[in-house]
């Protein structure tokens, strides 16, 4: 069965970087936008970054914009996030999922596969 499993989070001092990876089994995504999402404590799940099954077009939120940077790596069928600049702001859990789309949803809704997350911690 498909499975998705993040790595790479941790504990962070505010301006620091982390790069999370997020490898996929199961079958392979080349056709299919990966994405990822974060959710703070008592928050809502909230879009981060996408990327089309090429590797060609990315998306970002606003709040990430200029200091996260999505990748993928079709031949390892995995995608990362790259984030520098950390802020205490960017505390939560990041997930990755995949979507049935080959570009590039930000709506929790439209992604099909999620992995199980990995935690983020910036402090100040």
């Known amino acids: 069965q498909v499975q998705l499993v993040e790595s790479g989070g941790g504990l962070v001092q505010a301006g620091g970087s982390l790069r999370l990876s997020c490898a996929a089994s199961?079958?392979?995504?080349?056709?299919?936008?990966m994405g990822w999402f974060r959710q703070a404590p008592g928050k809502e799940r909230e879009f981060v970054a996408t990327i089309s099954g090429s590797g060609g077009r990315t998306y970002y939120a606003d709040s990430v914009k200029a200091r996260f940077t999505v990748s993928r790596d079709n031949a390892k069928n995995t995608v990362y996030l790259q984030m520098n600049s950390l802020k205490p702001e960017d505390t939560a859990v990041y997930y990755c999922?995949?979507?049935?789309?080959?570009?590039?949803?930000?709506?929790?809704?439209?992604?099909?596969?999620w992995g199980q997350g990995t935690p983020v911690t910036v402090s100040s």
């Open positions: 999922a995949v979507s049935p789309s080959y570009c590039c949803p930000s709506y929790s809704s439209e992604y099909v596969y």
């Open positions: 199961g079958r392979t995504f080349s056709m299919n936008a």
